[in-house]
């Protein structure tokens, strides 16, 4: 790379307004300003920035995060509990709550039980390395999102990636390969950065044939599918042949945290084995509070769902309608592909200019070359929004 490369100006940068830059040993700052410029070259330096304008990129599918209903339930909580829970939930972090709400949970998904987890992240951590040894394989959707990734990474089971959704692979691949321990597969049910959904009922059937214990990532299923609202593993009715299955809290039910939910004997294993449960701090006990109206809430209010789904529908056709093809898959995270990183947040800054909190999705959260925007529809959105985003939309991709 050339003295004064534009992609050198971010280190640069650094250097010049942090003089504690100037004191990192020689090797550790040529080290991080190499990784810098590279970040910087590829288009992929991020920025922090709060929410503003239209929302069509946060997770809070069914409006609860800003619901009365859990903010009352919440503040009841911190009323009662005080604020932090103070330790983990071996020692004295634990609380009646938590114990309430994983209750609630398991009746809501169909399991013998549940457990509670201060995020997604964590939970998914901490499962796939307590369950997976070093006998063991699993078979791994290529897109699967990055807290299950390293799971397995922290696990010394032999990985096998399968292609996106690829039916075949996967049953071949379960079929031909043995190995001395035990086997998983572990998917999302809805994709994070996609929007579609895994072939759940033939993965059960496979898993069946295989001896194989499948392990589902419901992080933006739950809240929005089934007839309750529980999830894709409730939709197609599988609830028998899945292991387990993570449900984050911080996304369509509006809080923070994770549920891990499945038999008794594997929750009582996790209280035992799992390193990010026992070796962290509990989650705020009110966030337990909020949930059980979190809960209540999708259970008793299908016409919220149900209008998500529609409002997806209605955006996907009439984006197609417009040129702009995305799938007909009917979720509500919907992925309008641009390619080109620099280009992706190029035309995100500029709706949001606009007044449209849309955001860019860029590698290594996406494969190389499919940066997109990723919107995410929530219930408060309208057709008229709808409407106006994707005409903004279309000027922005006629001006490039
Ligand atoms: C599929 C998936 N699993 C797990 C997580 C992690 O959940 P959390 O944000 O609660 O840590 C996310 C969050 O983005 C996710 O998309």
Redesign the pocket.
């Given at each position: 790379m050339e003295r004064g490369h534009p992609a050198r100006t971010w280190a640069k940068e650094l250097a010049a307004e942090f003089p504690t830059f100037e004191k990192v040993p020689m090797k550790l700052k040529e080290r991080i300003q190499n990784n810098l410029v590279e970040i910087q070259t590829k288009g992929l330096k991020r920025k922090l920035a709060s929410p503003c304008g239209i929302d069509l990129s946060s997770n809070d599918y069914l409006g609860l995060a800003q619901d009365e209903r859990l903010k009352n339930a919440m503040i009841e909580g911190v009323r009662r509990e005080g604020i932090g829970s103070t330790g983990s939930r071996l020692l004295r972090g634990e609380r009646d709550c938590f114990a309430e709400v994983e209750k609630q949970f398991a009746e809501f998904k169909g399991t013998e039980s549940s457990l509670y987890f201060s995020?997604?992240?964590?939970a998914?951590i901490g499962l796939l390395q307590t369950f997976l040894e070093a006998d063991d394989i699993v078979f791994s959707d290529e897109l699967n999102?990055a807290?299950?990734i390293d799971g397995m990474r922290l696990s010394n089971a032999r990985k096998i990636i399968f292609r996106h959704l690829e039916v075949d692979e996967i049953a071949k691949l379960l079929k031909e390969t043995g190995c001395k321990g035990q086997k998983f597969l572990v998917t999302?049910s809805l994709f994070?950065m996609d929007g579609d959904i895994a072939p759940l009922q033939k993965y059960a059937e496979i898993c069946a044939e295989t001896n194989t214990n499948l392990i589902i990532?419901e992080?933006?299923a739950v809240g929005i599918y089934g007839r309750k609202g529980s999830g894709l593993i409730g939709h197609f009715k599988i609830e028998k042949d899945v292991f387990l299955s993570?449900n984050?809290a911080?996304k369509a039910l509006g809080v923070?945290?994770?549920f891990i939910a499945g038999d008794i004997w594997a929750i009582e294993y996790l209280i035992n084995k799992c390193r990010s449960f026992i070796f962290s701090t509990a989650p705020l006990p009110a966030t337990a509070d909020a949930l059980k109206v979190a809960l209540e809430i999708v259970e008793t209010e299908k016409g919220s769902r149900e209008r998500l789904l529609n409002l997806s529908r209605f955006f996907r056709e009439l984006l197609n309608e417009n040129g702009i093809l995305v799938p007909l898959d009917n979720s509500q995270i919907v992925p309008i592909l641009i390619g080109d990183s620099k280009k992706a947040v190029k035309i995100a800054e500029s709706l949001q200019a606009k007044g449209f909190d849309v955001r860019a999705i860029r590698p290594p959260t996406v494969p190389e070359n499919t940066s997109r925007l990723r919107v995410s529809l929530n219930v408060g959105l309208t057709k008229e929004i709808m409407r106006e985003f994707i005409i903004k939309l279309n000027k922005e991709f006629n001006r490039k």
């Open positions: 995020s997604g992240y964590q998914n999102h807290s299950l999302e994070s990532d992080a933006h993570i984050t911080g923070s945290g994770a």
